[in-house]
């Protein structure tokens, strides 16, 4: 029967952040993963470019997670970006800052970030086993006593730390197998549901604008009495919305729709304009340029194809602006401060670059990453119940929160 002293589920960057620890800190540590092949996933983000991680401020990082942000404080403070931009130096990759917030590999290579995380943790004396689907964690007395793979082939250790991602991207590997093993030892799982996924709008009059991007608009979603609402660059689909926006909103628009309503998003393609604002701007231009068409008023503050779809469904072709009614501008500029759509049809699986939901937080001692129910048992990454938005964020945390949880397994903290 093998033995070690931590196996780790799963060859993502948590796993392969957890075992490079472990191993590092005199641990016999195995890394197993179902897939024939190590990290596939990760060799996919990106566009296979691998954005591991950003430039933002950790305060701000851990906010950008939503209200549990700061389950990750000691994470990042025991495996800062700082530590993997080094680590990844030492192996040969030189990172990049794209857009002075993205890093990448200089040479482009998602596969290339896998290679030095599995070199550096073989290195470290981890073993790696592929093609070895963990079926049951062995907990004796409870305590973790190691795990069983779906060949029968039974693993003993006195530590197992479960990084096996979440249900995104089936074809990349995602998977509910890691969940199913923490709901097994008596932990709660967050549903999951679609993240990091376009919006699919009910009624995509805004098909006709398929290809354009706003550089900077705020798509929203009502919560209860809340409006959730994410800024940044949005892209109009055939179907509704993508680009970062649309992207970050996913998950919100989503959990809504899970919950047996359908959710009422809205677009604000001019944020940083108030409905007041809006509504002064056409009155002046109709009093100071009275012969244009209101479309072309409109497409000085906006993208030419979306004003003129706009002044078209309300007011019919050719519109100028000396026709518009003091309510008629009230109306517009109603709409264009919150243009409304709904979504009943949450995305799929297989659009999403992450999962929304997963193992409880409260479940979980964010020191070491151990379960609060079953000692010796860790998680890390995207398993649990914390997703970030689009631009280097979740591998970070996956790598960061991996580290901590080798660490406290083989007792380096
Ligand atoms: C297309 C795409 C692009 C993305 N781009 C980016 C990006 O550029 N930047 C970014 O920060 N994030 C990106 N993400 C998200 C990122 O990939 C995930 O957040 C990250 O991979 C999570 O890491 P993880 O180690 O927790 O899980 P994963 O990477 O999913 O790894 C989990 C591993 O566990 C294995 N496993 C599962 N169950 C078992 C089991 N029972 N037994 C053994 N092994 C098991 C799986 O086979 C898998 O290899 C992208 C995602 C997708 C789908």
Redesign the pocket.
């Known amino acids: 029967m093998d033995s070690f002293d931590v196996i780790i589920?799963?060859?993502?960057?948590?796993?392969l952040s957890a075992g490079l620890a472990a191993a590092s800190h005199g641990a016999a540590a195995v890394i197993?993963?179902?897939?024939h092949m190590?990290?596939?996933?990760?060799c996919?983000?990106?566009n296979g470019r691998?954005?591991?991680s950003n430039t933002v401020h950790p305060l701000k990082f851990m906010a950008d997670f939503g209200r549990h942000g700061r389950f990750m404080i000691d994470a990042l403070r025991a495996a800062p970006r700082e530590f993997f931009l080094e680590l990844l130096q030492q192996e040969g990759i030189r990172p990049t800052v794209e857009n002075e917030q993205y890093y990448f590999p200089l040479n482009g290579r998602a596969s290339d970030v896998r290679d030095a995380f599995l070199r550096a943790a073989k290195r470290a004396g981890a073993e790696t086993r592929l093609s070895?689907?963990?079926?049951r964690i062995l907990v004796e007395n409870g305590f973790a006593a190691g795990v069983e793979t779906e060949s029968g082939t039974v693993i003993r250790a006195p530590h197992v730390i479960l990084?096996?991602?979440?249900t995104?991207?089936p074809a990349?590997?995602?998977?509910a197998?890691?969940l199913e093993?923490a709901k097994a030892l008596g932990h709660g799982v967050r549903e999951p549901v679609a993240a990091?996924a376009p919006v699919h709008v009910d009624d995509p009059w805004t098909a006709e604008l398929a290809g354009l991007t706003v550089a900077d608009a705020e798509l929203g979603v009502t919560v209860g009495t809340r409006h959730v609402s994410m800024r940044g660059s949005l892209l109009f689909t055939h179907t509704g919305f993508s680009g970062p926006a649309a992207l970050n909103l996913s998950g919100t628009v989503n959990r809504v729709i899970s919950g047996g309503t359908p959710a009422r998003v809205f677009l604000r393609v001019l944020p940083d304009k108030k409905e007041q604002d809006l509504y002064d701007y056409l009155v002046s231009e109709r009093e100071n340029v009275p012969d244009h068409l209101l479309k072309n008023s409109l497409a000085r503050i906006m993208p030419r194809s979306l004003a003129a779809l706009v002044c078209e469904r309300l007011f019919g072709e050719d519109f100028h602006s000396k026709r518009l009614t003091n309510a008629g501008a009230h109306e517009l500029a109603h709409l264009l401060d919150r243009i409304p759509f709904t979504v009943s049809k949450p995305a799929s699986m297989d659009e999403?670059?992450?999962m929304d939901g997963g193992v409880l937080l409260k479940e979980v001692d964010p020191r070491t990453m151990e379960s609060r129910l079953v000692k010796g048992v860790h998680f890390?990454?995207?398993?649990l119940d914390l997703t970030g938005p689009?631009?280097?964020?979740?591998?970070?945390f996956?790598l960061s929160s991996?580290r901590l949880a080798g660490l406290a397994a083989a007792g380096a903290l």
Request: proline share 4%; aromatic share 4%.
């Open positions: 589920c799963g060859s993502g960057p948590a796993g197993l993963d179902r897939d190590a990290g596939r996933k990760l996919a983000t990106g691998c954005n591991f070895a689907p963990v079926v990084a096996c991602g979440g995104a991207a990349l590997g995602g998977t197998s890691g093993l990091l999403a670059m992450a890390a990454g995207e398993i689009t631009g280097g964020y979740n591998i970070q996956a991996g």
